[in-house]
């Protein structure tokens, strides 16, 4: 998924997320169809908790120079020519 959809998902999940909190029990069970409000909570912070996990997968911690940096010393090391 790209990191601006992700961003994005989360963000929205996040507004779902406050909305249920601040809805009655009876409310959240016809709305989501669960039997308890706390359901509904679990759910929405699995979802939460499974595109965090994407989103840090995704992020990087080496900048774009950095990474053509290390491509240019892999190439070098193994005696291959990076451009030709």
Request: glycine residues 2%; negative net charge.
């Amino acid at each position: 998924m790209e990191l601006t959809t992700l961003k994005n998902n989360l963000s929205k999940l996040y507004e779902e997320l406050a909305k249920v909190k601040e809805m009655t029990n009876k409310q959240v069970c016809k709305v989501y169809q669960v039997n308890y409000k706390r359901e509904a909570i679990a759910l929405i912070q699995d979802e939460i908790s499974s595109l965090e996990k994407e989103l840090e997968e995704t992020t990087f911690d080496y900048t774009d120079e950095e990474l053509e940096d290390e491509r240019q010393a892999i190439c070098m090391v193994q005696g291959l020519r990076r451009y030709c």
